[in-house]
């Protein structure tokens, strides 16, 4: 059977939903009953990072070479927990997912590792960082976000007091990670973007996803460095490399789009 112009291999559905994995041109993608695509796997290369905005979201490396401690709100097929794990051996990843069944899929289909490294844990993201938020205070090097599809984010964390509990999780030199959707113009958009310029003073910036609706945040917390545009084109080259992924891109359109905050975070 063929649906989102590809072959569909598997449909399942749980209490939120249809799942579906299609495969065309050698690429499989987890759809929730949309044309959208919420996770992609290219076959010949499991570890190689398919959708754009998912690598867009390893811009933080221009910022911080490495971490210890690293949690992920929405699993998804798991391409960035995949990404982590493959190449950073000393790190310790926390993914929370709020469907049981996405957890399933991401490790029948999407080659998820079982990997003591990595722990999931199956809650809403909102009501998890609450319960936690004074437990792991100053915990982690890092937090993802990326629990926002075409129609939303989940009402537990789309408000300000998440976006506390983010910085208060996050390590001094922290930075947050969110995937967001929906373009500049987005009401939505334009209120979370508030929040985290309030919750982390500015420090804040939007890189734009090419050709694509997505725009990932990078929000830092107080005591992150701050390096000179300079240094930031050396290392962007030298990831280019290491990676196989668009780092100048990256750091060119990081300068393009945050005339308002980018002397927050980068010496121009």
Partial sequence: MYKYEGLLIHESHDDEGILEIVERNGVRS???GSHSRQSSMLLADPHKLELNYVRAMTSWLLF????????IIGLGGGS????LLYHFPECRLKAIEYRKSVVKIARSHFGLPLDPRLKIIVDDGGRYMRQCAETYRKYYSLVFIDAFDHEGMASSICNIAFFDTCKVVLKNDGILIVNLWGGAHNPLFQQISLWLCQVFNWKVLFLPVRDKGNIIVLAFNDYSARYSMKELRIQALTLEQQYKIEFPIFLKDLGKHNAGTINQVIKT
């Fill in 30 to 32: 987890l759809h929730f």
């Fill in 80 to 83: 960035l927990t995949k990404h």
């Fill in 64 to 71: 911080k070479t490495t971490f210890d401690d690293a949690l």
